[in-house]
C-alpha cells in the first residue's frame, strides 16, 4: 500500500525566503507524482506533475524534483509572496491502478 | 469555461437522511473519480470510473453509491447518512486511466457535507 508523507506540517516564512516541500512515498513503482495547493475552504489547483521518467518540472518561481529510486520529491517556491500562503499536497499515481494517493500536506504561511 | 464543476456546494442534513452530489466535467475525460476529505485534511480515493465504467473501488461502506450515467458525469448517492460522513468531498478527472494523462487530474470545488 502505498504511503505518501510531507513533511514539515506547517511552515511560516517572511516575505522573500524561498520555500522548501518535502513528500516521500513508500513504493517506488510510481507512474506519476503531482504537486497541488489547496487555499482554505476551496478545492485542489495542480500546480506541477512529473512523469516518473522525468527528474523535475518548473512553472515559474515553482520547481518540482524527483528522486524515484528513493522516493522523494521536494518543490521549491522560489521568493515567497503572501499570496503563497496555502496548503500544498502532494500526490503520486500508482503504476499498478493509477489511483492518487495524497500527503496530509504543508500548510504554508508567508508572512507580509 | 471548461471546468469540473460540482453541486451542491455545501449540503447540511439529517443523520439517517439520503443525499446526492453530482458531478461535470467539460474537458472530455474519460475518467472520473471521487475522493474524501475528512477533518484532518488527509484526501482518500473512494470511485473512480472509466468510460461509466467502475474501475476503483475502495472499502468505502455500501451506503455510497456511485452513478455514472455517462462519460462526463459521475453522481455520489449517500444513503441513510451517518455523522462520521461529514466531510469534503471531490471530484475530479483525468483522461484515460491506463495513461493517467500527462496533465494529471483536474480537481471540482468540492462539496462540504455537515452531517448534523
Known amino acids: 500500500k502505498q504511503e505518501v508523507t510531507q513533511i514539515p506540517a506547517a511552515l511560516s516564512v517572511p516575505e522573500g525566503e524561498n520555500l522548501v516541500l518535502n513528500c516521500s512515498f513508500t513504493?517506488?513503482?510510481?507512474?506519476?507524482l503531482q504537486w497541488f495547493r489547496q487555499d482554505p475552504g476551496k478545492g485542489l489547483t495542480s500546480l506541477l506533475l512529473?512523469?516518473?521518467?522525468?527528474r523535475e518540472q518548473t512553472s515559474g518561481r515553482l520547481n518540482a524534483s524527483l528522486d524515484k529510486s528513493s522516493g522523494r520529491s521536494t518543490l521549491y517556491i522560489a521568493a515567497s509572496q503572501p499570496g503563497d500562503s496555502a496548503t500544498y499536497l502532494c500526490a503520486v499515481s500508482n503504476r499498478n491502478d493509477y489511483k492518487l494517493s495524497f500527503g496530509a500536506g504543508t500548510t504554508v504561511t508567508v508572512r507580509a | 469555461d471548461t471546468a469540473v464543476s460540482q453541486t451542491p456546494k455545501y449540503l447540511v442534513t439529517q443523520m439517517g437522511n439520503d443525499k446526492s452530489i453530482k458531478c461535470e466535467q467539460n474537458?472530455?475525460?474519460?475518467?472520473m473519480y471521487w475522493y474524501k476529505q475528512d477533518s484532518k485534511k488527509f484526501l482518500k480515493i473512494m470511485f473512480s470510473y472509466n468510460n461509466k465504467e467502475l474501475i476503483i473501488n475502495e472499502t468505502v461502506p455500501n451506503r455510497f453509491s456511485p452513478k455514472s450515467p455517462d462519460k462526463a458525469h459521475l453522481n455520489l448517492h449517500i444513503n441513510s447518512l451517518e455523522l462520521g460522513d461529514s466531510a469534503v468531498y471531490f471530484c475530479?478527472?483525468?483522461?484515460?486511466?491506463?495513461?493517467?494523462?500527462?496533465?494529471?487530474?483536474?480537481f471540482g470545488p468540492g462539496t462540504r457535507l455537515t452531517v448534523l
Open positions: 474537458l472530455g475525460h474519460d475518467t
Open positions: 513504493d517506488s513503482a510510481i507512474y506519476n
Open positions: 475530479a478527472s483525468s483522461h484515460q486511466k491506463g495513461l493517467a494523462s500527462h496533465v494529471g487530474q483536474f
Open positions: 512529473i512523469q516518473s521518467s522525468q
